[in-house]
């Protein structure tokens, strides 16, 4: 019974996605003009077999600025001050919304990544990748 357990431990884990290296850039929909003072945001959604056969939609202050499959990222601009990017499955995979609050500097450059759990939960969070 044992070994049976650690194969399925073992199997479970494996499910979890993990941050993409290189990412291919893909167009969002958009806020994709940068003006003199703008920040930027790259969204990078992870590799990995969770979620893999959905797209995840991504917004903007409420606003879709894209669509990411595994291992594709998009950037964005944004005006200096607080935002809210969020992130949530599109079409029948479930997964719920997640979203993160970023504050945006003048000429600033952040990341965030999208990531499956082992449930199949999203998260969206800034990293350093």
């Not at 884990?13 to 990412?23: I, K, L, V």
């Not at 202050?61 to 200096?80: D, F, K, M, R």
């Amino acid at each position: 019974m044992r070994p049976m357990i650690l194969v399925l431990l073992t199997f479970i884990a494996a499910c979890a996605t993990s941050p993409a290296q290189n990412s291919r850039p893909v167009p969002a929909f958009a806020f994709t003009e940068l003006k003199a003072g703008y920040g930027s945001a790259t969204i990078k959604r992870d590799s990995g077999f969770m979620g893999a056969a959905c797209k995840v939609r991504v917004f903007a202050n409420g606003t879709a600025v894209g669509e990411l499959g595994p291992s594709e990222q998009l950037t964005i601009c944004h005006p200096p001050g607080d935002h809210v990017f969020g992130a949530n499955a599109a079409g029948i995979c479930g997964g719920g919304t997640a979203e993160s609050g970023v504050a945006l500097k003048s000429d600033d450059q952040k990341r965030l990544r999208i990531a499956s759990g082992q449930a199949g939960d999203l998260s969206i969070q800034p990293t350093a990748l």
